[in-house]
């Protein structure tokens, strides 16, 4: 992708920012002109909490150009209702499995050759600490 | 509207075309047609093709087409509707007809895919999903498809090996189909053991990167010669989903599919159970048994029950499906394929689709997806 | 040296990756049958979407969840490591970027070889401590290369650490005092362009590793006049656990006060994340009233030393991966060969 594009979208690759909908209150992601229940265009931004479970799962064998297969992608289903299309990390295809808890981590989605510049956005990998109920 | 008839259909074999490109594989799709309808001269052409520009680095594809098939100065734009780029031409020749613009209109669907590394292929079917939420982060078309397949089979619990009547029932049709790039049987159990492309896609389970280009001419009634054996575009409509799958109300819902579907039942004042024959877009086992789903013709999660059933045969099934092998056996030259279901319909309701034919078929239900779902180009066909 | 204004650990966040890789099978590849064992059994290695950046983030995030402050308070982060994704471009800037702290913070990367980390320590401290900031990030972190069959190919691991300083009042741990003790020592060097880095032998040890780390933590206890007996945990740099081990006994630190921050027996050495992550691990289990001792060293050559004094917020603050959930979660590569495609050693073109 072009640097340029690639900077439109850090917000959201970075820190999987969404929209919140002032009008109706329904959260989206990916960002639109326009909300995508009620159509009204009051949009603020909104970042997702990046929790979530493994809604489907697939691993690609070939590899569109800048891709280096063997990965895995999954549909997940975050906290917020949303699904979300991502890669899947540090986790044996195997071991994928629908319902599986995932979260958020931030790594390196591409890279443009030896020279070339670094692509850094989201995927998502098993959750690896479970946090202590408070 | 005014009536639109289908009079001249014309396409190339589907395969790997070392010797012909864009312009040769397209040029004589809509001259063949032109002979078929015996006209020499058209108002308007439409080209349908997606990837002329990623992969071949050719845009203005409708020109080059126009001056290599010697229609030039004809009225000419490119339609692109990602895989349904074919159908949306047909509709936009249709339209065309239909208002009053033209009397007649030839409608092309060509692509040209096998000059490309499969990588750059694979980076030129992603262009049809979302780009910044999709495709770069590495979704390929197949995986989006998995996707799909893998969800599908978690709420059916169904098996793979389940969907393979959809591949073996292309196959079966492609056998007698000239034109088609597939031409042998498969059976069952060679379905089942495919080589995973995209677990839990198979290799059999996916349509094959080709080329092909295939054409209709349409007219008005005040164009109709003697020697036309027209067939009646019905009714055509078309729909759109979101771009990215994620963001599906129910992503088991090509609802896109379904609302284009819903409309031309309506114009045409018919229903699934009307219709002799469906060309859906089966470029994947997965989207076929949805395209069922969305079209009326099974319950959701049923489309594999039907299919088991030997519902989708072209003797005696319920819902003759592929009847000249599908995008599966015959072929998906992207662009084109909406086109050759055209082309394959108006060969059946002519009652010259030879040993494909269904017989007494008098309506078709023809249908052109693009992306997963996200657009779909529905046509009803009658003799 | 102590800043102006009384300053403190507000959170602090680690990051190991979960690949591993048996130094058995490096040595099986190299080395001669009945060759000495390697000093550590297995180290860290990058995965193929990670790299100091990645990786940086999620120590950072770990650090801004556990100081409970608003992001928006943190006005300057510094990144020290000596494996840059980009020769030239920040990774300070995507971090601040992924944790929306841009546009009002000063951003850059430093390097000092192995304390590049703890130079941004220093920084961080400075900035907070002379009221120039309300919150500082210093993150130590590296995907450490090395020449294959080289000595070093058998501890360059890969992990680190990110620390957010604020005013010690709201600390989990003050900063008593810190010195730095520098020389122009070229012990272990990489040139531009250069894939491997080079190092002078036994020349790393005596007249680098243990002179300056002596030179820094003698000053700083001075300074202090405090004793190794007054702290309960002392962290080193960790080229090897034989170095920490020897430095320790000749300063007067003891096995015990050094056995939890000696990361390296389970990963190898992380470089400019070493000490760092040394020290995460001492966070980990500390005691409000410890006190720790921390001493980095970074080739070229130089040594940080800090006093630490934990507080009783620290039982708050530590929710989240800790050092052991991360080392724990190791898995092995199936071998040399897929450690050295992971590490970019294998020539593709």
């Known amino acids: ?134 | 509207m005014r009536n639109v008839y289908i009079v001249g259909v014309g396409q190339t074999p589907v395969g790997e075309h070392w010797d012909r490109g864009l312009r040769e594989l397209g040029a004589s799709a809509v001259r063949d047609a032109m002979a078929d309808a015996r006209v020499e001269r058209a108002g308007a052409l439409y080209v349908g093709n997606m990837m002329g520009g990623c992969l071949n680095g050719q845009e203005n594809v409708a020109t080059l087409l126009a001056d290599a098939a010697g229609l030039l100065p004809i009225e000419a734009w490119k339609v692109e509707a990602a895989c349904a780029s074919g159908g949306a031409a047909v509709r936009a020749a249709a339209l065309a007809v239909g208002s009053g613009a033209h009397d007649v209109a030839i409608a092309v669907g060509v692509e040209k895919m096998t000059d490309g590394m499969p990588e750059t292929v694979t980076a030129g079917l992603a262009t049809a999903a979302d780009q910044d939420f999709e495709a770069s982060h590495g979704l390929s078309f197949v995986a989006l498809s998995a996707l799909l397949m893998r969800r599908y089979m978690h709420e059916t619990g169904c098996s793979r090996e389940a969907f393979a009547p959809f591949a073996v029932n292309a196959h079966a049709n492609g056998v007698t189909n000239a034109k088609a790039m597939f031409r042998e049987e498969i059976t069952a159990e060679e379905f089942t053991r495919s080589p995973i492309v995209a677990s839990p896609i198979g290799i059999l389970d996916a349509a094959p990167v080709c080329d092909g280009a295939a054409a209709v001419v349409v007219c008005s009634d005040d164009a109709l010669r003697g020697h036309h054996k027209p067939v009646r575009v019905a009714a055509s409509a078309v729909a759109t989903a979101t771009i990215d799958l994620a963001s599906r109300e129910d992503i088991l819902t090509l609802a896109a599919a379904a609302t284009s579907a819903a409309k031309v039942y309506e114009k045409a004042r018919l229903g699934p159970k009307d219709i002799d024959l469906f060309e859906a877009h089966d470029a994947f086992t997965i989207i076929t048994a949805l395209s069922l789903e969305a079209c009326g013709f099974a319950r959701r999660g049923e489309a594999l029950a039907i299919a088991a059933k030997g519902c989708i045969g072209r003797d005696g099934g319920c819902v003759p499906l592929s009847t000249f092998g599908g995008l599966k056996a015959r072929g998906h030259p992207v662009g084109a394929s909406g086109a050759y279901q055209i082309v394959e319909a108006a060969l059946q309701l002519r009652g010259e689709a030879g040993a494909n034919q269904v017989p007494g078929a008098r309506r078709a239900l023809t249908q052109s997806i693009g992306g997963h779902g996200s657009v779909a180009v529905t046509h009803v066909l009658e003799s | 040296m102590t800043p102006l204004r009384a300053v403190g650990i507000a959170g602090y966040g680690a990051y190991v990756p979960r690949w591993r890789v048996a130094t058995a099978d490096i040595s099986a590849a190299w080395r001669p049958r009945g060759a000495a064992a390697p000093a550590v059994v297995e180290k860290s290695v990058p995965g193929p979407d990670e790299d100091v950046i990645t990786m940086a983030i999620e120590a950072a995030r770990t650090a801004l969840d556990r100081a409970r402050l608003d992001p928006r308070a943190i006005g300057a982060i510094w990144v020290g490591t000596e494996s840059k994704p980009y020769a030239v471009k920040p990774s300070a800037t995507v971090v601040a970027e992924a944790l929306g702290i841009t546009p009002n913070v000063v951003a850059a990367d430093m390097e000092f070889a192995c304390k590049a980390g703890s130079e941004a320590m220093q920084a961080a401290v400075a900035f907070v401590g002379a009221g120039m900031v309300g919150a500082a990030l210093a993150i130590g972190m590296d995907t450490a290369q090395s020449k294959p069959g080289d000595a070093l190919e058998y501890t360059a691991g890969c992990g680190g650490a990110a620390y957010l300083f604020g005013p010690a009042g709201d600390a989990l741990a003050v900063v008593e005092a810190s010195v730095s003790h520098v020389t122009d020592t070229p012990d272990f060097f990489r040139r531009e362009g250069a894939a491997y880095p080079e190092h002078g032998g036994r020349f790393t040890g005596e007249p680098s590793y243990f002179k300056h780390t002596l030179a820094a933590s003698r000053r700083l206890l001075e300074e202090l006049g405090a004793a190794p007996g007054d702290f309960a945990h002392a962290v080193f740099h960790q080229p090897v656990p034989k170095f920490v081990e020897k430095a320790a006994a000749e300063l007067g630190f003891t096995r015990e006060q050094i056995r939890v921050g000696l990361v390296a027996k389970r990963m190898g050495n992380a470089y400019a994340g070493s000490s760092l992550l040394g020290l995460a691990a001492v966070l980990d289990i500390a005691r409000a009233g410890d006190r720790v001792f921390f001493c980095s060293y970074g080739s070229g050559a130089g040594s940080d030393a800090f006093a630490f004094r934990v507080t009783d917020r620290i039982e708050s603050r530590r929710e989240g991966p800790a050092v052991a959930d991360y080392l724990d979660q190791g898995r092995r590569v199936s071998g040399y060969g897929q450690y050295l495609q992971l590490k970019g050693k294998i020539r593709r073109s």
Do not use: N
């Open chain 1, 1 to 134: 992708m072009d640097l340029a594009r690639y900077h439109r979208l850090r917000s959201a690759y970075y820190r999987l920012e969404g929209q919140r909908c002032t009008s109706c209150q329904a959260i989206q992601f990916p960002p639109r002109t326009a909300c995508r229940i009620c159509r009204e265009r009051s949009l603020e931004p909104h970042r997702l909490s990046g929790r979530g479970i493994v809604y489907s799962h697939a691993e690609v064998a070939q590899a569109p150009r800048g891709f280096a297969a063997p990965y895995v992608v999954a549909l997940v289903k975050l906290e917020e209702g949303l699904l979300l299309t991502a890669q899947l990390t540090d986790v044996e295809p195997e071991d994928v499995v629908i319902g599986l808890p995932a979260e958020m981590v931030t790594r390196r989605l591409q890279e443009h050759g030896p020279h070339g510049y670094l692509v850094y956005g989201y995927k998502f990998r098993p959750v690896l600490h479970r946090r202590k109920a408070s």
